[in-house]
């Protein structure tokens, strides 16, 4: 009997699931891979339906947490994604999680899941998202320590040592930012006074292309789900098919490390070298 393969995604927020990694999640649910996601916070520090925190519609921070936890749960059964977990980090506050605590969270679930493939947010946290910059950092080290049998989670027992096998980041190219320019408000972050937007990845720098146009309306069904973002959405319910298709129809990322493949090929799995 083969072991199943098992691919987990761990991201900042509810919905970064779906408009970040729907597509794969989709795809390799659908040919049997187990997939797992962690969820670092349950995005409390949001808008609700376009209405900032303080304002009379938008329901509180505790409120609107718990909403878009059943939002997300409702996302991740939409893509057959087979566990969600949630850390409950404070939401755009994960760069003041320290390393003592972070790290052994995420690790203890990979320890626990086994995945051979993790993907996550690049290091530019995709449009320099402090959290998703934090959850890069803290899941690399995670991957790290979870394979290290000697690491020391303060007497706190992460279950027997796994290493994973390939680690992506997620990397979008021009293309792929010139559907989601089309089709989102500016995506841009404040940190430090400095606005940050999006640099699309050189599309040399892409080592992995997943075909996932099978499965766009799956994945648009996902980002649905994420009804209290509906503001930020509200352009994507006017799109056409083909544009739709061309924001969810594929996925790229870069290859961090693999244990069992290498070169300059462009992959277009995310399992290739990986005999599970
Ligand atoms: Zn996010």
Avoid at 135 to 160: M, N, Y
Wanted: net charge negative.
């Amino acid at each position: 009997m083969t072991a199943a393969r098992r691919l987990m995604v761990v991201a900042a927020h509810p919905d970064d699931e779906s408009m970040g990694f729907g597509g794969v999640l989709a795809r390799y649910a659908s040919e049997g891979v187990e997939t797992f996601l962690v969820t670092a916070t349950r995005g409390g520090g949001g808008r609700y339906r376009g209405h900032a925190a303080g304002s009379g519609e938008h329901p509180g921070s505790a409120a609107l947490a718990s909403l878009r936890e059943r939002e997300l749960r409702a996302a991740a059964a939409t893509l057959g994604i087979h566990r969600v977990d949630v850390l409950d980090y404070t939401d755009r506050h994960l760069d003041r999680v320290t390393v003592d605590d972070g790290v052994p969270a995420i690790a203890e679930h990979i320890r626990r899941a086994r995945p051979h493939v993790v993907l996550t947010f690049a290091p530019d946290g995709a449009y320099g998202h402090s959290d998703h910059v934090a959850i890069s950092q803290l899941t690399t080290a995670a991957i790290v320590a979870a394979a290290d049998s000697s690491f020391d989670a303060r007497g706190r027992d992460l279950g027997p040592a796994h290493a994973v096998s390939k680690l992506y980041y997620l990397a979008w190219d021009e293309r792929a930012w010139t559907a989601y320019r089309a089709a989102f408000k500016k995506l841009v972050f404040v940190a430090d006074g400095v606005e940050r937007q999006a640099t699309p990845w050189p599309a040399w720098a892409i080592t992995t292309v997943i075909d996932t146009r099978q499965w766009w309306q799956t994945v648009w069904h996902a980002v649905s789900c994420h009804e209290s973002q509906v503001d930020a959405y509200a352009a994507l319910k006017t799109l056409r098919p083909d544009q739709h298709e061309a924001l969810w129809g594929s996925q790229s990322f870069y290859r961090a490390f693999s244990l069992v493949n290498a070169g300059r090929q462009r992959e277009s799995d995310l399992f290739e070298g990986i005999d599970a």
